[in-house]
């Protein structure tokens, strides 16, 4: 087999131990898919809201929840690469004639897998809500399509955060600040609603632009808003994914 | 260099920086293929820091490190495709079951599918974890674990045999005699398949009881190295133990007794008379014919080789460290 060919087995194997993880704890995957359906469900109708929101407040709230979700992914990905850097395995794994990166190859596509069963769960349960969909197909997959770009550079900073912080209390750290970067963002509330220098910063958060061109496409009106939405994730992808690749390739110093 | 497995010249490395500790200060180590390399020393002597570079984890600041005739940096992925490891602690995946975790390992080895299971199989069956079902490795108890972590370091090459270099770092830290008696016996049964060993430890008896040559290794260098007889006569060769029936006669016995003088230790408590000698048999018949013409009373007069934890003190203790140019 040529080196292309064993990176994609090596790969291959590593999504299948995630996977094989997944099996072993059913219980975990669906807390996981719970919780932001959870957080929909008490912004949506226990706190309310939707300030400065026109029209229903399901539509606007939604595509924001998704957004949310997908950074709210960062946790997972930083704890999980964390708890395999403090194990022994990863040593074994190093120390074996594998293709190191299919170690985080494998990490990615497990969580890609998780957060695209995550969009789901979410969308399922907003239709049942009465969340109505205006875009057309295309547009709708473009929407899920940069939802799922955003939780793709999420991913990527969180290995790169993980492999810097490397002990497990530094993450809890990097928890914390996960929240208040999520909330200033406009998946709530409209920036329009806040203090001057608030709504500035929320949007420049590059999730309001996710959540507004996801909300634009879904609703079909309009993709003047797209471009933010595509750039800032590969932006953020052009830094971080070599940063982790090198980080990663440097254990060994 | 095809009878050499491992070449280690000069390897330096230091942690943290410039005002770092050295944990390694200029090692020198040559493994013969097919023999087990016992390298013995105290916590914090370098041990695992070399064990992590001739793995490939780590890189070493300087010098040159080869395994299996191939440089350990430049050419890590030959290294990698004959090495197995053994860590301090299980390299395993915890929440996998035994299989699953052998399967894993060999397809990253590229056996494929197939082989892998069958590799998986007969690793199983060989450690005795055969019937240990879809329970996951955290349920193990600290043997299984350890065996299980063995057996993941033989996966292998791509043959689906045995690797060509074994490292274990302090493989039965933390076990009962039982589970040490388990991973000896597995270890001896490597090296007839022609599988060369370095481990590391800090017993004595494990390096004597399975090591061919044993590198005696303090602050990050080796002070000693040779087989455990020539380590044990570096102390100064056998010693004559001459046990009295009387105590009291032990000032009279060292008076006359042709050993030299300044080489003799008394223990009354256990009417010991004990000296360094150089001629095994003269010094034993000339012991025996002194005491029976002074009509004095042995118990017990007897020949013996320095054990490995005199040689360990004596090579490890204060009193050598100070000779070493700091």
């Given at each position: 087999?040529?080196?292309?060919?064993y990176?994609?087995?090596d790969?291959?194997?590593?999504?299948?131990?995630?996977?094989?993880?997944?099996a072993?704890?059913?219980?975990?995957?669906?807390?996981?898919?719970?919780?932001?359906?959870?957080?929909?469900?008490?912004?949506?109708?226990?706190?309310?809201?939707?300030?400065?929101?026109?029209g229903s407040?399901?539509?606007?709230?939604?595509?924001?929840?998704?957004a949310?979700?997908?950074?709210?992914?960062?946790?997972?990905t930083m704890?999980a690469?964390?708890?395999?850097l403090?194990k022994?395995v990863?040593?074994?794994?190093r120390?074996?004639?594998?293709t190191?990166?299919?170690?985080?190859?494998?990490?990615?596509?497990?969580d890609?897998?998780?957060?695209?069963?995550?969009?789901?769960?979410?969308?399922g349960v907003?239709f049942?809500l009465?969340?109505?969909?205006d875009?057309?197909p295309v547009a709708?997959?473009?929407?899920?399509?940069?939802?799922?770009l955003f939780?793709?550079a999420?991913?990527?900073?969180?290995?790169?955060?993980?492999?810097?912080a490397?002990?497990?209390?530094?993450?809890?750290?990097?928890?914390i600040l996960?929240?208040?970067i999520?909330?200033?963002?406009?998946?709530?509330?409209?920036?329009?609603?806040?203090?001057g220098?608030?709504?500035?910063v929320?949007?420049?958060?590059?999730?309001?632009?996710?959540?507004?061109?996801?909300?634009?496409?879904?609703?079909?009106?309009?993709?003047?808003?797209l471009?933010?939405?595509?750039?800032w994730?590969?932006?953020?992808l052009?830094?971080f994914?070599p940063?982790?690749?090198?980080?990663?390739?440097?254990?060994?110093r | 260099m095809?009878?050499?497995?491992?070449?280690?010249?000069?390897?330096?490395?230091?942690?943290?920086?410039?005002?770092?500790?050295?944990?390694?200060d200029?090692?020198?180590?040559?493994?013969?293929?097919?023999?087990?390399?016992?390298?013995l020393?105290?916590n914090?002597?370098?041990?695992?820091?070399?064990?992590?570079?001739?793995?490939?984890l780590?890189?070493?600041?300087s010098?040159?490190v080869q395994?299996?005739?191939?440089?350990?940096?430049?050419?890590?992925?030959e290294?990698?495709?004959?090495?197995?490891?053994?860590?301090q602690?299980a390299a395993?995946?915890?929440?996998?079951?035994g299989?699953?975790?052998?399967e894993?390992?060999?397809?990253?080895?590229?056996?494929g599918?197939?082989?892998?299971g069958v590799?998986?199989s007969?690793?199983?069956?060989?450690?005795?974890?055969?019937?240990?079902?879809?329970?996951?490795?955290k349920?193990y108890?600290?043997?299984?674990?350890?065996?299980?972590?063995?057996a993941?370091?033989l996966?292998?090459?791509?043959?689906?045999?045995?690797?060509?270099?074994?490292?274990?770092d302090?493989?039965?830290?933390?076990?009962?005699?039982?589970?040490?008696?388990?991973?000896?016996?597995?270890v001896?049964?490597?090296v007839g398949?022609?599988?060369t060993?370095l481990l590391?430890?800090?017993?004595?008896e494990e390096a004597?009881q399975?090591a061919?040559?044993?590198?005696?290794?303090?602050?990050?260098?080796?002070?000693?190295?040779?087989?455990?007889d020539?380590?044990?006569?570096?102390t100064?060769?056998?010693?004559?133990?001459?046990v009295?029936?009387?105590?009291g006669?032990?000032?009279?016995?060292?008076?006359?007794?042709?050993l030299?003088?300044?080489a003799?230790?008394v223990?009354?408590?256990?009417?010991l008379l004990?000296a360094r000698?150089?001629?095994?048999?003269?010094?034993l018949?000339?012991?025996?014919?002194?005491?029976?013409?002074a009509?004095i009373?042995?118990e017990d007069?007897a020949?013996?080789?320095?054990t490995?934890?005199?040689?360990?003190?004596?090579?490890t203790g204060?009193d050598n460290?100070?000779?070493?140019?700091a």
């Amino acid at each position: 087999m040529s080196t292309n060919a064993y990176a994609l087995a090596d790969s291959w194997t590593m999504t299948r131990r995630e996977l094989a993880h997944w099996a072993r704890q059913p219980v975990q995957v669906v807390v996981a898919l719970v919780f932001p359906v959870m957080l929909l469900l008490m912004f949506g109708y226990l706190i309310g809201g939707g300030r400065g929101v026109e029209g229903s407040y399901i539509d606007y709230l939604l595509p924001g929840m998704l957004a949310l979700t997908m950074a709210f992914g960062l946790e997972g990905t930083m704890i999980a690469v964390t708890q395999d850097l403090n194990k022994g395995v990863i040593d074994r794994f190093r120390s074996m004639p594998m293709t190191n990166g299919a170690v985080l190859v494998g990490r990615s596509v497990a969580d890609m897998l998780q957060s695209a069963l995550a969009l789901l769960a979410l969308m399922g349960v907003g239709f049942a809500l009465g969340w109505r969909v205006d875009g057309g197909p295309v547009a709708f997959l473009g929407a899920v399509g940069l939802l799922l770009l955003f939780r793709f550079a999420m991913l990527w900073i969180g290995i790169y955060l993980a492999l810097v912080a490397g002990k497990p209390e530094l993450v809890q750290a990097v928890q914390i600040l996960v929240w208040p970067i999520g909330f200033l963002s406009n998946a709530l509330a409209l920036p329009g609603s806040m203090p001057g220098w608030l709504g500035t910063v929320v949007e420049w958060n590059p999730m309001s632009h996710t959540a507004t061109a996801a909300r634009d496409l879904f609703r079909g009106t309009g993709t003047e808003h797209l471009w933010p939405a595509v750039v800032w994730p590969l932006l953020l992808l052009a830094v971080f994914f070599p940063l982790a690749v090198g980080r990663f390739a440097r254990l060994s110093r | 260099m095809a009878d050499t497995a491992i070449i280690v010249e000069g390897a330096r490395k230091k942690y943290g920086g410039k005002a770092g500790k050295n944990a390694l200060d200029g090692l020198d180590l040559t493994v013969a293929a097919g023999t087990v390399h016992g390298v013995l020393g105290p916590n914090g002597a370098g041990k695992t820091t070399l064990v992590r570079i001739l793995s490939t984890l780590l890189r070493a600041d300087s010098g040159r490190v080869q395994v299996a005739g191939h440089d350990v940096v430049r050419q890590a992925y030959e290294v990698r495709l004959r090495i197995g490891l053994l860590g301090q602690h299980a390299a395993l995946d915890e929440e996998l079951d035994g299989r699953q975790n052998l399967e894993m390992f060999g397809r990253l080895h590229h056996l494929g599918g197939r082989r892998a299971g069958v590799r998986a199989s007969e690793l199983l069956e060989r450690f005795g974890l055969a019937d240990t079902g879809r329970k996951p490795v955290k349920q193990y108890s600290g043997g299984m674990r350890r065996r299980l972590d063995l057996a993941a370091s033989l996966i292998g090459n791509r043959h689906g045999t045995d690797p060509q270099v074994l490292f274990l770092d302090e493989p039965t830290t933390g076990l009962d005699p039982r589970g040490r008696a388990e991973v000896w016996s597995a270890v001896r049964s490597l090296v007839g398949g022609g599988t060369t060993v370095l481990l590391t430890t800090q017993y004595l008896e494990e390096a004597d009881q399975l090591a061919d040559r044993i590198s005696v290794v303090d602050a990050g260098r080796v002070t000693a190295d040779g087989t455990a007889d020539e380590l044990k006569a570096l102390t100064g060769g056998d010693r004559i133990d001459v046990v009295l029936r009387d105590a009291g006669q032990l000032g009279a016995a060292v008076a006359l007794l042709p050993l030299p003088k300044d080489a003799v230790s008394v223990d009354t408590d256990r009417r010991l008379l004990s000296a360094r000698v150089t001629d095994r048999m003269a010094a034993l018949s000339g012991v025996v014919q002194a005491l029976e013409a002074a009509g004095i009373e042995a118990e017990d007069v007897a020949l013996r080789r320095p054990t490995l934890d005199e040689v360990f003190l004596h090579l490890t203790g204060d009193d050598n460290r100070v000779k070493e140019p700091a």
